[in-house]
T-cell receptor, first 110, second 117 residues
């Protein structure tokens, strides 16, 4: 069945460090891909999305590129801030429901 | 409000009791989804509605779980004879339409934190 695998955390970085969170998926067909973020005490928010191969989603300095050949959608940010501390979820939407990865907790220290 | 609204935000109940969780989707959104978020299990799909019908109930973990949606709007998720393993955060989401139409994202509520004693 469809699945999403993302790197396990927790990830701890210093402010201004480079961030990569790996995400790969298995699916029949070509799903849409999403990154959601959950800040402490808050609900899930859409961070960015890509709907077809080679699309790049971007928001708030975060980027992810839909790579069909490697079935990946890695999340990157060049310089993280303390306010980026949150749990990040990769998800695919090949059918009506979303299939999520288990989440990666990011902590950014000043 | 403009977003997905869930109530109650927290619910503590004794094992064996029934609970009802409510979701108000974004106005005009025809698709509504329920997910469960628990430690060690991540986010699990439970059920989705297109209008008032539920084409996919495949994620409901047992027959103690049921959901309905009326008027194409509000949905309730009911758990009967609750067990301790039902403790989790139950999340509701909505989107304009279901399906792969342009990869529409789902908009989530803040969830109901359910604790079974």
């Amino acid at each position: 069945g469809d699945s999403v695998t993302q790197m396990e955390g927790p990830v701890t970085l210093s402010e201004e460090a480079f961030l990569t969170i790996n995400c790969t998926y298995t699916a029949t067909g070509y799903p849409s891909l999403f990154w959601y973020v959950q800040y402490p005490g808050e609900g899930l928010q859409l961070l960015l999305k890509a709907t077809k191969a080679d699309d790049k989603g971007s928001n708030k300095g975060f980027e992810a590129t839909y790579r069909k050949e490697t079935t990946s959608f890695h999340l990157e940010k060049g310089s993280v801030q303390v306010s980026d501390s949150a749990v990040y979820f990769c998800a695919q939407g090949g059918s009506e429901k979303l299939v999520f990865g288990k989440g990666t907790k990011l902590t950014v220290n000043p | 409000g403009a977003g997905v609204s869930q109530s109650p935000s927290n619910k503590v109940t004794e094992k064996g009791k029934d609970v009802e969780l409510r979701c108000d989707p974004i106005s005009g959104h025809t698709a509504l989804y329920w997910y469960r978020q628990s430690l060690g299990q991540g986010l699990e799909f439970l059920i989705y509605f297109q209008g008032n019908s539920a084409p996919d109930k495949s994620g409901l973990p047992s027959d103690r779980f049921s959901a309905e949606r009326t008027g194409g709007s509000v949905s309730t998720l009911t758990i009967q004879r609750t067990q301790q393993e039902d403790s989790a955060v139950y999340l509701c989401a909505s989107s304009p339409n279901a399906g792969r139409s342009g990869g529409q994202p789902q908009h989530f509520g803040d969830g109901t934190r359910l604790s079974i004693l």
